[in-house]
C-alpha cells in the first residue's frame, strides 16, 4: 500500500501530530509574546503552559489515535466503543484534557449518554480536531463518513457550527487524499463561507481561539497562505492561540497536500517513536479495513 495514498494519508496523520507537538509549545500566547521568546518559533522544544517534553504530543493526537484505535480493534465504527475508548484515555491521566470534552465523557460514564446536549458551549474545536481516523476509515467508501463524523463528534461536542466545520474539513481530506489539488480543497471550504459569511476568512484579524469557526479561519488563512507544510505550520502556530489543535489540522491538510516526504525531517525526529509507530500502523490499517458501522443510521 506504500502508494499515492498511502504517501498522502501518512502525511496527513504524522503532519497533524507535528502540528500539535509544534504549536502546544505557543498555545495561548500572543503573537507578540512568540516573537518575544522565539523570534520565529519552528522548532519541536516542548515547554509551553503544559510544560511538556519535546515531542510530546496532546490530547489532539492522543484522541485521535483512540478513534482508531476502536474502528481497528472492532474492524468497524461503532459508537459506544468509541466513547469507551475515549474515557480509557482520560482515565489514563492525559497531559491536558478539555471542559467540554470531559463534560460529555463523564455523562456517557454516569448516563450511557452517547449524545451530548445540543448547546453554544460545544461549538469548541474538539470534535473536528480527532476525525482523522474517521476520514482514513471512509475513505474507500465515503458514503458512511457523515455519520461516523457526526457521531464520533457528538459525544462530546454538539453543535451546528462544529458539525459543519467538522464534516467540510473531511470532504477537504477527501479531496486532497485524491488528487492534490489545493485549489479544488480551498474551494470546498469556501463552500461554507459562500452559503454563511460568518466563516469567511477573507479578512482574517488572527482569531484563534478554540472556539470551531475561529480555528476554521486560521487554518483556511494559512493553509492557503502557505508555499509548503513547513511554512503552513510556522505561520499557523505564530499565531499562537489555541496553537497546538490549530497547528494538527493545518498538518492535517498540509500533509495531505504536500505528503509524508515534505515535513521536516527535523520534527519527525522529535515526534515520540510511540506515538510515531501507531500512527503508520493506524493509517495502513484504516485505509486497507472495509467499511463497516454498527450504528443504527
Not at 467540554?100 to 460545544?122: A, I, K, M, W
Not at 462530546?156 to 479531496?175: A, P, Y
Not at 492535517?252 to 525531517?265: D, F, K, T
Request: one cysteine or more.
Amino acid at each position: 500500500m506504500k502508494n499515492k495514498l498511502f504517501e498522502r494519508a501518512l502525511g496527513s496523520y504524522l503532519g497533524f501530530a507535528a502540528g500539535d507537538a509544534l504549536g502546544a509549545t505557543t498555545e495561548f500566547m500572543n503573537p507578540r509574546e512568540i516573537k518575544t521568546e522565539f523570534g520565529v518559533h519552528n522548532k519541536i522544544v516542548g515547554g509551553g503552559w503544559l510544560k511538556l517534553r519535546a515531542g510530546r504530543v496532546t490530547d489532539d493526537t492522543e484522541m485521535s489515535l483512540a478513534l482508531g484505535d476502536s474502528i481497528v480493534e472492532r474492524r468497524a465504527f461503532n459508537v459506544k466503543s468509541v466513547a469507551e475508548h475515549y474515557v480509557k484515555w482520560m482515565k489514563s491521566k492525559p497531559v491536558d484534557i478539555g471542559s467540554t470534552v470531559r463534560r460529555g465523557l463523564r455523562d456517557f460514564v454516569v448516563n450511557g449518554t452517547l449524545v451530548s446536549p445540543e448547546s453554544e458551549q460545544s461549538a469548541g474545536n474538539g470534535a473536528a480536531m480527532r476525525n482523522l481516523p474517521v476520514i482514513l476509515y471512509a475513505y474507500k467508501n465515503w458514503t458512511y463518513f457523515e455519520h461516523m463524523a457526526l457521531a464520533q463528534g457528538r459525544i462530546t461536542h454538539n453543535n451546528i457550527h462544529s458539525d459543519i466545520i467538522t464534516l467540510i474539513f473531511g470532504e477537504m481530506m477527501k479531496e486532497l487524499l485524491t488528487t492534490g489539488d489545493k485549489l479544488k480543497a480551498l474551494d470546498i471550504g469556501n463552500r461554507i463561507v459562500r452559503e454563511n459569511p460568518k466563516y469567511s476568512y477573507s479578512n482574517y484579524k488572527g482569531e484563534c481561539s478554540g472556539y470551531v469557526v475561529d480555528t476554521f479561519k486560521t487554518v483556511m488563512n494559512y493553509f492557503a497562505e502557505g508555499e509548503s507544510f513547513e511554512d503552513t505550520l510556522v505561520l499557523v502556530v505564530n499565531q499562537g492561540g489555541d496553537a497546538d489543535t490549530n497547528g494538527a489540522i493545518a498538518g492535517m491538510l498540509a500533509g495531505a497536500l504536500y505528503g509524508v516526504g515534505a515535513i521536516p525531517n527535523k520534527w519527525i525526529k522529535k515526534l515520540d517513536r510511540e506515538v510515531v509507530d501507531s500512527i503508520k500502523q493506524q493509517t495502513e490499517t484504516l485505509l486497507s479495513l472495509d467499511v463497516r458501522v454498527e450504528d443504527e443510521i
